[in-house]
């Protein structure tokens, strides 16, 4: 199994570009995330989903937009990228368990810089 | 809303001294707490939650309700402990989401 997975590592945008950061898992997961992790800022949470067809926003929804159209992708969309989106993007999955969902599995992160 | 603090952004302590990391929490509910560990270069990871009452890698967490805390602790530190450290707390009202602390730089100096 690779796990999750997130293409690209590294990326620079101009100001009002777009782009998708990819993130795959072959764990047949149902829970996905997107976080964000900012100095001094911890990690923090911009949308998640709880299996195909449904997703919703968590701390930080802004300028970001999520589908999950299968189990095993959810990519993120900068809709127009800004200097306050630079960060390191991290996504995880995890399986269900009961009521809640259990160890969340990181991928590597994507290093966004935004000019 | 619900919300994780980790006072300290830099915990330095010399090898074989004892470690803790702190956490409080503030939620409404009945907490389900965690801690991850970062090292270098390396994917953020689960280190040990409150749940299972184990003990990962020397570490233990206690939950104390009644100080809204969650504590990591280790006797004897190691060089290889070296790491951020972050604080996590499941919420299940309005949504299913893990809260993070601002986390715990842990330098472990020879």
């Known amino acids: 199994n690779a796990g999750v997975t997130q293409t690209p590592k590294f990326q620079v945008l101009k100001t009002g570009q777009s782009m998708t950061l990819q993130c795959a898992q072959d764990?047949?997961?149902?829970?996905m995330s997107w976080y964000r992790q900012d100095p001094g800022m911890g990690l923090r949470l911009i949308h998640y989903s709880v299996g195909a067809g449904i997703t919703d926003q968590g701390e930080v929804p802004n300028g970001y937009n999520v589908s999950r159209s299968t189990t095993e992708d959810f990519p993120l969309r900068l809709l127009s990228a800004a200097p306050s989106q630079t960060s390191v993007y991290f996504c995880?999955?995890?399986?269900?368990?009961?009521?809640?969902?259990?160890?969340?599995?990181f991928g590597p992160g994507t290093r966004l810089t935004v000019l | 809303a619900q919300r994780v603090t980790q006072p300290e952004k830099l915990l330095s302590v010399f090898k074989g001294a004892p470690v803790e990391l702190k956490c409080n929490y503030s939620y409404s509910g009945s907490p389900e707490l965690f801690w991850y560990v970062q090292y270098s270069r390396q994917r953020l990871q689960l280190l040990l939650r409150h749940i299972s009452r184990e003990s990962i890698k020397g570490f233990t967490a206690d939950l104390n309700k009644g100080e809204t805390s969650f504590h990591l602790k280790k006797p004897f530190a190691q060089e290889e402990d070296s790491a951020m450290y972050y604080c996590?707390?499941?919420?299940?009202?309005?949504?299913?989401?893990?809260?993070f602390g601002t986390g715990t730089q842990l330098k472990v100096e020879l």
């Open positions: 995880a999955s995890s399986p269900p368990s009961g009521r809640t969902y259990n160890e969340q599995f």
């Open positions: 764990m047949n997961h149902e829970y």
């Open positions: 996590a707390l499941w919420v299940t009202g309005g949504g299913n989401k893990l809260t």
